[in-house]
């Protein structure tokens, strides 16, 4: 079992900048992902950016340019680095990981290749 930690969100003005970081509690055999969704009060989950442990990273065209994930291998972390927010980008984000080569593939966002789930950071952003 893995257990996923967030920690970072909080309430920020639109055009500014929030850091989200997720730790594992143990070490993850590759080949993985580890990937940030996010839901909104009255919508679904969905895939905002992944790191994959042998591959390059991916993002939603709703943060592409704004958005920048990276995933430390060695320890199993993953930052999300969050620029240029919009009040579109309020929601709970979620850490997830993944393992196997599934979530390698461009069907990345699909919640049923991920394994773990973290319990969720809320993100506000006020205009």
């Known amino acids: 079992q893995v257990e996923l930690v967030e920690s970072g969100g909080g309430s920020v003005q639109a055009g500014g900048s929030l850091r989200l970081s997720c730790v594992a509690s143990r070490p993850i055999s590759r080949p993985y992902c580890m990937a940030w969704f996010r839901q909104a009060p009255g919508k679904e989950r969905e895939g905002v950016a992944v790191?994959?442990?042998?591959?390059?990273?991916n993002y939603a065209d709703s943060v592409s340019g704004r958005f920048a994930v990276s995933l430390d291998n060695t320890n199993n972390t993953l930052v999300l680095q969050m620029s240029s927010l919009k009040p579109e980008d309020t929601a709970m984000y979620y850490c997830a990981a993944g393992l196997g080569w599934d979530c390698f593939l461009t069907s990345w966002a699909y919640l049923r290749w991920y394994n773990y789930w973290g319990q969720g950071t809320q993100v506000t952003v006020s205009s």
């Open positions: 790191g994959r442990s042998d591959g390059t990273p």
